[in-house]
């Protein structure tokens, strides 16, 4: 199968997170969003990432379909899952992706109000899946789930942004931090993404056009609102 891919798109993220995970074979094409080829416009409906061009040809789009489709086509992450546990899966997950244009708007942010007032917004999710994690590895137990790959997004971007900046968008979330550390140990993230995934990251998300970019200096740049939009993937 093929995966059509923006490089920093979190929901194509998503999407081969899962492939590895369940250790699918699979091959990537990016494309420019900004200059979308023809071909691509012709077999995604939407005309956004991802786009997964199964064995037989047929094309799928929407990356909740798609993740939902390699569950059910391929043996699932967790077996013996009852039909409630896997709704209540996908509500956890849906919160997830959900808020990952919240996440790319919040690391565009060019000043520190904005920022402020984006990271509390982010912060609200992030409040109620730390209310609800236990004292397990991941999110239902001590094996990775649907949830997990679903949420592997948003936690990776936070610790790219921590490491580099020493901006912490987790916060003061311990079991929320110590699901983060589980999950950046298994290796996915890095797994996920093209091998200068970072580099092309850190060029949109940390350029002098963003405070977090600037060291958190305030100057009068010219600030693009694409990733507060679903422009960016």
């Known amino acids: 199968m093929k ?5 920093i798109c979190p929901f194509v993220q998503r999407v081969t997170a899962l492939l590895e995970a369940k250790g699918i074979q699979y091959d ?3 494309i420019s969003l900004s200059d979308k080829p023809q071909w691509f416009l012709d077999i995604s409906p939407n005309g956004q990432v991802p786009v997964l061009i199964a064995d037989n040809g047929k094309v799928l789009f929407e990356s909740d379909a ?4 390699l569950e059910e086509a391929y043996p699932p992450l967790q077996n013996e899952i009852a039909p409630e546990d896997k709704a209540i899966n996908r509500a956890w997950s849906y919160l997830a992706s959900k808020n990952y244009l919240v996440q790319c708007s919040a690391q565009r942010s060019p000043d520190q109000i904005v920022l402020e007032e984006r990271t509390n917004k982010l912060g609200k999710a992030f409040d109620k899946v730390e209310n609800q994690l236990g004292d397990t590895p991941f999110f239902g137990g001590d094996t990775i789930s649907m949830v997990d790959i679903a949420w ?4 990776h971007r936070a610790e790219i942004i921590e490491r580099r900046t020493g901006y912490d968008f987790v916060g003061d979330r311990p079991k ?3 699901w983060q550390k589980q999950i950046m140990q298994t290796g996915l993230a890095e ?3 093209a091998k200068d995934f970072e580099d092309a990251f850190a060029t949109f998300y940390l350029s002098d056009k963003t405070y977090l970019g600037r060291g958190g200096k305030v100057d009068n740049c010219c600030f693009s609102e694409a990733c507060a939009t679903d422009a960016c993937c």
């Open 66 to 69: 798609i993740v939902e489709y």
């Open 152 to 155: 592997l997004t948003l936690l």
């Open 3 to 7: 995966i059509i891919s923006f490089k």
């Open 191 to 193: 797994k996920s993404v």
């Open 28 to 30: 990537l094409e990016f």
């Open 176 to 178: 929320l931090k110590r």
